[in-house]
């Protein structure tokens, strides 16, 4: 994704904060504030969640793996 494209998905979340809010167009600077960590809160929150469950997801698949390719050296190696 582009960095702009990114930064503006950021600036419309942080503004349709805001009028959740009830701070108007024109929102205060204490309400963009506001606004703005809740959103980076909010943001980062879901892509850490994201990161996670997708690293243990792999760690599970891996491991499911290394066990099987066990068995299987285990079963070579007795007969």
């Known amino acids: ?30 309400g963009q504030s506001l606004a703005l960590i809740l959103t980076w809160f909010i943001v980062m929150g879901g892509v850490v969640n994201f990161l996670v469950g997708y690293i243990v997801s792999q760690v599970m698949v891996e491991r499911k793996q290394n066990q099987e390719r066990a068995r299987e050296y285990d079963a070579r190696e007795r007969s």
Do not use: C, K, N, Q
């Open 1 to 30: 994704m582009h960095p702009s494209i990114s930064l503006r998905i950021i600036a419309g979340m942080h503004l349709v904060t805001a009028s959740i809010l009830g701070l108007g167009e024109s929102p205060s600077s204490f």
